[in-house]
């Protein structure tokens, strides 16, 4: 299965203002959820729709993505810390 991520506008800036530390940890962590078998595994489904379907966790931060009908296609709506991200 060939599985994609894509960032918003929006989250693109959220991770552009982290520093780069983290910026580059999380993107690490997503290309290697891309390259797992089944990378939806190591997401978590969220109870409310409005934010997004599901979410990454990596550190202390949270990714959260809407997914396309077939599941192939992550749109990452928001990236952030996880005391300020479901607010």
Do not use: C
Not at 3 to 19: G, N, T, V, W, Y
């Amino acid at each position: 299965m060939t599985f994609e991520f894509r960032f918003s506008s929006d989250a693109e800036k959220q991770l552009q203002a982290l520093d780069e530390m983290h910026a580059k940890r999380i993107l690490k962590k997503l290309v290697w959820i891309r390259k797992q078998k089944n990378p939806l595994r190591h997401a978590k489904p969220l109870h409310h729709a409005k934010i997004g379907d599901i979410r990454f966790r990596i550190g202390e931060y949270r990714v959260v993505a809407v997914l396309n009908e077939k599941r192939t296609v992550a749109m990452i709506v928001a990236v952030g810390h996880r005391s300020e991200m479901y607010r």
